[in-house]
């Protein structure tokens, strides 16, 4: 076996599946890597709440035997995967972080986990995240705090955070988040990954636990882009089980990659605030659109007067679907129970109040307000109207435009505990990813740049309906020619 500069654990998938068939390392080495990861920094980080007891070394071994009997297998097959611990996997906890679902064991596996285990990848575990999705900084889990490996003192953000912790540090080579109103986008941006939501509907919600039905969409988080367009292949594609699902043809993402971008219209958005932003993320947002500029590409400003009126319009919608989702959780039927009730009512708030997590807890009641007669009109309503005009306002741009590029977040990661007392701040940290999902179009966060203290801060870009191939093409164009140096990881 040959000698190698970086450690397997911080390679893409792709490169190291071209690796072992050209007989440089075996999957077992892979796999390997990743477990001598695991042990070396997961008590640091907590990327994970459940860690998988299958044999994965055996079933490395059974796939290089394939190789070397020259059979054909999939770049997925044998690659450690991790896995949000939002989607049911069969006869392994499934608990969305609360102690609501904490002894929960779905008798049912999700169809994007499913698909990712016919393409024969294993499952590291579930990781951690903010309780049924709600928070941007997965402090908001009844398992802990997920740390972030590049300053274990700051957040990973969230919801997905430990998927991005978790691929981040090379505990898992790529994981499977979900998206509501940035938590695929926002958490790869603050550790240094792509994290890639897709149109909505483009991957099946069937067998994930719903937080907002019309906003919630799974994707991937990767080292890079290439292993994006590797998972989405994967996991995209119609699902009958699925009402939300789209019947449309799913294009080979891999044939958009090294591509020119010369000609291309990239939207810089108005009206965007960028006051809100650190001056640092500002700085690398302008190098990043020089570097589009540089590769060939127009920027053109557009318009969209209601973008402003995003972050208000989702956390009126969001928590009202939330408030709807989370009625299952009763102590009637799955989950926990309280034990001391006195009667059918009293077992209702008993068990809502033990298993439900503070921010959980405000939430269905914001939306359960928000859809009481006399306030739906005034909420509910209004808030479906403005969603309309944002959508519309994406539409008119992407007749002028290409794609739209945006920060990420106003921040790079901030500290544990800085803002978990002050949510009106955390939530106006998603105001530049939740437009997308209110429009439920594609948008990818790619690794921009480092803040002075060695802080990943990402770049976002956002395309049409089921525009995810020319999504990538951007993406990978830039990441190409941003040619990023990454410093040493503090871990």
């Given at each position: 076996m040959g000698s190698f500069a970086m450690n397997l654990y911080e390679l893409p998938i792709h490169n190291l599946h071209q690796k072992r068939l050209s007989g440089e390392v075996t999957t077992v080495e892979i796999v390997q890597s990743i477990l001598k990861r695991l042990e070396n920094v997961e008590e640091k980080l907590h990327s994970f709440i459940t860690l998988s007891e299958d044999r994965h070394l055996d079933l490395a071994e059974k796939i290089d035997h394939k190789i070397s009997q020259k059979e054909l297998i999939h770049s997925l097959e044998g690659m450690p995967i991790a896995i949000k611990d939002i989607f049911s996997t069969k006869g392994i906890r499934t608990t969305c972080a609360s102690r609501f679902l904490e002894n929960y064991v779905p008798p049912f596996e999700s169809t994007a986990t499913e698909k990712l285990k016919e393409a024969g990848s294993l499952l590291v575990g579930k990781t951690n995240m903010d309780e049924f999705a709600m928070g941007s900084s997965t402090e908001n889990s009844a398992f802990g705090v997920t740390r972030n490996p590049w300053n274990v003192d700051r957040v990973p953000g969230g919801s997905s955070g430990g998927s991005a912790s978790a691929v981040s540090s090379g505990q898992s080579l790529a994981a499977l988040g979900t998206d509501t109103g940035g938590s695929i986008r926002q958490p790869a941006s603050f550790t240094g990954i792509v994290g890639l939501k897709p149109t909505y509907g483009r991957v099946s919600r069937w067998g994930m636990v719903?937080?907002?039905?019309?906003?919630?969409?799974?994707?991937?988080?990767?080292?890079?882009?290439?292993?994006?367009?590797?998972?989405?292949?994967?996991?995209?594609?119609?699902?009958?089980?699925?009402?939300?699902?789209l019947e449309v043809d799913i294009p080979d993402y891999s044939?958009?990659?090294?591509?020119?971008?010369?000609?291309?219209?990239?939207?810089?958005?108005?009206?965007l605030d960028l006051s809100s932003c650190d001056s640092e993320v500002v700085r690398i947002f302008q190098h990043n659109i020089e570097v589009l500029k540089d590769a060939g590409a127009e920027i053109v400003e557009i318009s969209m007067p209601n973008i402003s009126d995003a972050v208000a319009t989702y956390y009126v919608i969001a928590p009202c679907e939330a408030s709807s989702n989370l009625g299952r959780y009763d102590g009637v039927r799955y989950g926990q129970r309280a034990k001391e009730i006195s009667g059918l009512l009293d077992m209702y708030e008993k068990s809502r109040d033990e298993g439900f997590g503070k921010e959980v807890k405000m939430r269905i009641l914001i939306g359960t307000f928000a859809l009481s007669a006399g306030y739906y009109d005034a909420y509910y309503l209004k808030a479906q109207k403005v969603q309309n005009l944002i959508r519309s306002q994406y539409h008119q741009a992407f007749q002028a435009v290409d794609a739209i590029a945006t920060p990420v977040?106003?921040?790079?990661?901030?500290?544990i505990g800085e803002m978990i007392n002050d949510p009106l701040k955390m939530y106006l940290g998603d105001a530049f990813t939740i437009p997308a999902n209110l429009a439920g179009i594609p948008g990818i966060s790619v690794p921009g740049g480092f803040t002075n203290n060695n802080l990943p801060v990402g770049f976002q870009l956002?395309?049409?309906?089921?525009?995810?191939?020319?999504?990538?093409?951007?993406?990978?164009?830039?990441?190409?020619?941003?040619?990023?140096?990454k410093p040493k990881m503090s871990i």
């Open positions: 719903a937080f907002a039905s019309s906003f919630d969409q799974a994707g991937p988080m990767t080292r890079d882009v290439e292993d994006a367009a590797i998972l989405l292949q994967t996991i995209a594609g119609y699902d009958s089980r699925d009402a939300t699902s044939q958009f990659l090294n591509q020119s971008i010369k000609g291309m219209k990239i939207g810089v958005i108005k009206e977040a106003p921040t790079a990661a901030y500290k956002l395309t049409s309906h089921l525009e995810e191939g020319k999504l990538l093409k951007i993406a990978h164009c830039f990441q190409q020619s941003l040619q990023l140096t």
